[in-house]
């Protein structure tokens, strides 16, 4: 069964999501915006999921983790959490 892993943060607006997105793609590291700005307890590991299949997450989490490139951050994906940006950093099909 496929596996991956990623990071994500999580915030409420898009706009939010797109300002740190910015950041992120203007060289600051993902898991120190990760820290200081994600509203998700993953957020104290830089914003680290660990390791998950497909269907352990919500959908619309899922459908990027399972076919985005790896290492490139993503979203801003909204799902009834808010806002995420996801970078998958591992995955096994």
Do not use: W
Not at 18 to 38: R, T, Y
Not at 46 to 59: A, E, H, R, Y
Request: proline content about 5%.
């Amino acid at each position: 069964m496929a596996q991956a892993t990623a990071r994500h943060l999580l915030v409420d607006s898009k706009e939010k999501c797109n300002e740190l997105k910015q950041q992120i793609l203007d060289g600051k590291d993902f898991s120190d915006v990760a820290k200081a700005n994600s509203s998700c307890p993953s957020s104290a590991q830089g914003g680290d999921l660990g390791s998950f299949g497909p269907g352990q997450m919500v959908p619309e989490f899922d459908k990027v983790v399972f076919s985005a490139p790896v290492n490139e951050v993503q979203g801003p994906v909204k799902t009834q959490f808010g806002y995420h940006l996801l970078e998958v950093t591992s995955r096994t099909d």
